[in-house]
């Protein structure tokens, strides 16, 4: 069945401004820093109409649950790509999904950047599959939780990026 969720910030900058953070060559660097997540650039694409690619590596939180160790992978890591389309109407719309090596766990949905006023609302809205019985509902709730928190720090990163 899998696990939905949904996370929403607003920024007083524009949108383009912040897709130009979240979607640029130093994105990584400033994860890096401020989250102390590892996080490393692996791939970047420029698209014709505007859009890019970004493909990141991050390594996964402190305090996963013991019973989900055996489904992790030995570096600990995550890739994360997102797809950011072509600017529409001022907002900016894409995917996301992460990637965890060996794990039986689906992630991914979609995020926009929209105009409110002067600012903009940063939405991201996802589901967490994990096809294991027993474990997997709980698993699923797990993971959604930390990318919704994680999603709020990434938010602070871009507020700190933006002072």
């Known amino acids: 069945m899998g696990k939905r969720f949904s ?3 607003d920024s007083d900058a524009d949108v383009e401004t912040v897709f130009a953070i979240l ?7 400033h994860k890096a820093e401020h989250l102390g997540d ?19 590596s991050r390594k996964l939180p402190d305090g996963v649950p013991g019973f989900l160790h055996r489904f992790l992978p030995a570096d600990r890591r995550v890739i994360t790509t997102d797809v950011w389309g072509p600017s529409v109407d001022g907002c900016r719309r894409g995917t996301w999904a992460a990637h965890i090596a060996g794990a ?3 992630l991914g949905g979609t ?4 105009p409110v006023g002067a600012g903009n609302c940063h939405t991201i809205d996802g589901e967490v599959k994990v096809p294991v019985p027993i474990i997997g509902g709980k698993t699923e709730s797990f993971i959604a939780e930390q990318i919704v928190r994680l999603a ?3 938010a602070a990163v871009v507020r700190k990026i933006l002072l």
């Open 38 to 56: 590892g996080s490393l650039l692996v791939s970047r694409e420029v698209h014709a109409d505007g859009g890019v690619t970004l493909v990141l």
């Open 104 to 106: 039986p766990a689906k």
């Open 7 to 9: 996370r929403t910030a």
């Open 23 to 29: 979607s640029g060559e130093d994105w990584a660097d």
């Open 111 to 114: 995020m926009r950047l929209e």
């Open 152 to 154: 709020e720090a990434e």
